[in-house]
């Protein structure tokens, strides 16, 4: 009986930590071409914010590398890029895959788009978003491997039952959004849906 | 309790207290492109410090360091990059301090490009259902917008 019970309880705490994990897309290019090098592109700005590529490429660079792939380091190829006098992200992500492997001998790029990075300010709430959208192409055919596209929602706790409290929690939390822990959960989140490159180590 | 068994618990523990060596690279590139100079050598160094093999560190800090103008220790840590990692980082590297090669391996002058292996499966995709609204209770309530996934 005691060890049905263990077993039992072993089981619902597998199955907790398996419903936790985000879940993984392949396709069968991706498990045919393997992609082992991977240039993660300067994300390209989609919104008003202009310190959008400063705050978010560190995070997509080192969350990419994190799932166990090779990533040029982004110091180099912006400094590559420059060589070859492009420096805007949307002129860069619209350049053929091709090009890549040329230049880089990398196997697969990753292009991001920022699509959302923003706070909103309502009353007594204040909610910051950021959104991705990337992808990740074979550099030799242009196949694509992955796709990816999410906004993570973050609103701090204001609730302590005094609405004058929560009105000024509000206000202070809206003046001082930091965007970097949502950007870095956002991209932590949305590459864990990679597979698993060659360099992976398990946490 | 022999000493031994307290061996496991004791590498537990400081296994716990092993710096991820991302973090302090995270920070070394905000660091660079923010152009803070010199400032952003101690995010390197931690870095390597913590894994002195981490992929990519030794080409991020010999590119940092090049543009400051120590063009000595840059070539160090690029011949570093190059035994750890030959086959990924060997032509990246090459073309970097080979500009003329560079140049000459250019891309072409830019034009709108409509890759349509890549928005035909994205336009395949489903949509999914639009993020929900974050619960007035919670703390640090996370909502998630997902679409447009590759199979």
Redesign the interface.
Known sequence: MRSNLRILALGFAALALVGCAPKV?T?ADFERLKP??VLVLPPENTTSNTEV???S???V??EL??RG?????????L??FR??K?EDPG?IN????S?FN????VDAVLRTKVTEWSSKYIVI?S?VNV?F?M?L?DTK?????????????????N?NGNPLAMLINAAVNAALTKYEPIA??NAR?MTL?IPQGQ?YVK? | MKPKFLLVPGMLLLGGCAV?P?LP???A??C???DKGPACDKFYKQTIKADPKL???H??Y???L??QGNKEEAAKEFQIEQTN?PS??????A??LN?TA??A????P?K??V?T??K???AA?PVAAP?AK?S????????????????
């Open positions: 897309y396709t082992k090098t590529l400063q705050k490429y560190p995070f660079f080192s590398a994190q792939y090779y990533a040029i380091a982004p110091e180099l190829a400094q590559l060589a070859n492009l002129q619209s350049l053929p895959t090009k040329d230049v880089f001998g709430s909610t959104g959208d992808e192409l055919t242009g196949t694509l491997l992955w796709r990816h596209s999410q906004t993570l929602s973050k609103s701090p706790d609730s870095s959960e989140l849906t360099y946490k | 991820n991302w690279y995270q920070e590139v905000r660079h492109l923010d992929r990519g560190i080409a991020s010999a590119t940092h090049l543009l990692y990924e980082s060997t032509k990246s590297i073309l970097l500009p560079a140049v391996a250019a891309p072409e830019v709108p490009v890759d292996a890549a035909a499966p994205a995709a993020a974050p007035k209770n919670s703390k640090n309530t996370a909502a998630t917008k997902e679409s447009n996934r590759a199979k």
